[in-house]
């Protein structure tokens, strides 16, 4: 791993905002990202940029900006891990009070970061402490809104309503965090796992914290795809293998803590997924250790698990023929 510093990033410098950009091999819409920050008129933020491995032209990118902004970043190279690996290294590293997550193909309105920081000061410092994050909403690259409107009174309703209400409005927000949290609970980084989804950490948080809600659209969303630190689901053999490792991996955590994960899935499609998963890498000897730590615990999960194992043989064999033959 390498730390790049530019002239601005003094160790003994407070800021109010991090902003953090985990990116793999996006070259071209980095370059919207970056300008996206540059243009923000809240002027006391930092940029942390994590490389996870790219094999493009990031590192040129990166130069240019650190030598033309005015404002302090860190630069981090690393191994290709995960983004969760990569958001990791960005949590230890924030020094702001707030800090936001934007991946390399997202874009804020110049107004965001003002937003997120007059609504976490106007919040009551005696609430405060119940809070994890600020949400806003998107909008399209023609303006329009993404999803739909929150309630006026959303941070008035019971923390379950209000979030069961955000999960419904649609998938796309922006999100500030408290710095302090995040630092507090990071991604798991178990071995062998080079993908999982946010809603690991993000509902464990859900049982501690809450969200506060704003209708301000504060970034645009681009349809350009997935970030491709998310790309774990590529096709090829050797790929395929490594998102069912991915998934048996993520399915064990939900399975085995259903009461934290189960708001908005079917535990039966999560079992059937499991099972799919584990018919896949039983085939291939190598991954016999994996799959033993990716064990299900309690009387029920068992005992489901055996009655699904035979019935879920043709949608196993199904899925490695979709996704084998790529």
Avoid at 46 to 70: A, H, L, P, R, W
Wanted: with cysteine.
């Amino acid at each position: 791993m390498e730390q790049y510093k530019n002239k601005y990033w003094d160790e003994n410098r407070d800021v109010k905002i991090t902003v953090l950009t985990p990116t793999y091999n996006r070259k071209d819409t980095l370059l919207r990202t970056i300008r996206s920050i540059e243009n923000q008129v809240f002027s006391d933020w930092e940029y942390i940029i994590v490389n996870d491995g790219s094999t493009d032209s990031t590192d040129k990118v990166v130069e240019q900006f650190m030598q033309t902004t005015k404002h302090p970043v860190l630069y981090i190279k690393k191994e290709n891990g995960g983004v969760h690996t990569a958001r990791n290294l960005g949590f230890k590293n924030a020094r702001g009070e707030l800090l936001i997550n934007l991946d390399s193909d997202d874009e804020l309105v110049p107004e965001a970061l003002k937003v997120f920081w007059d609504t976490w000061k106007k919040i009551p410092h005696i609430d405060k402490a119940k809070y994890r994050e600020v949400v806003a909403q998107c909008k399209d690259e023609s303006g329009k809104r993404v999803g739909q409107p929150f309630p006026q009174n959303i941070n008035q309703l019971p923390w379950d309503k209000a979030r069961k209400i955000c999960y419904e409005s649609g998938e796309e927000h922006v999100a500030c965090f408290v710095a302090n949290v995040m630092k507090r609970n990071l991604f798991p980084e178990p071995e062998g796992v080079t993908f999982m989804t946010e809603n690991i950490l993000w509902r464990k948080l859900d049982q501690t914290y809450c969200a506060y809600y704003i209708n301000d659209m504060l970034r645009i969303y681009h349809q350009e795809g997935n970030d491709h630190l998310s790309s774990g689901l590529s096709a090829g053999h050797k790929k395929t293998i490594q998102n069912c490792k991915n998934a048996l991996w993520e399915s064990t955590q939900f399975l085995n803590d259903w009461k934290t994960y189960q708001d908005g899935g079917s535990y039966a499609k999560e079992l059937l997924r499991y099972c799919i998963m584990n018919h896949i890498l039983r085939q291939d000897a190598t991954q016999q250790k994996f799959r033993k730590g990716c064990a299900l615990k309690g009387v029920k999960n068992k005992c489901l698990f055996y009655l699904m194992w035979f019935p879920s043989i043709p949608a196993a064999k199904l899925y490695q023929k979709k996704k084998m033959k790529r």
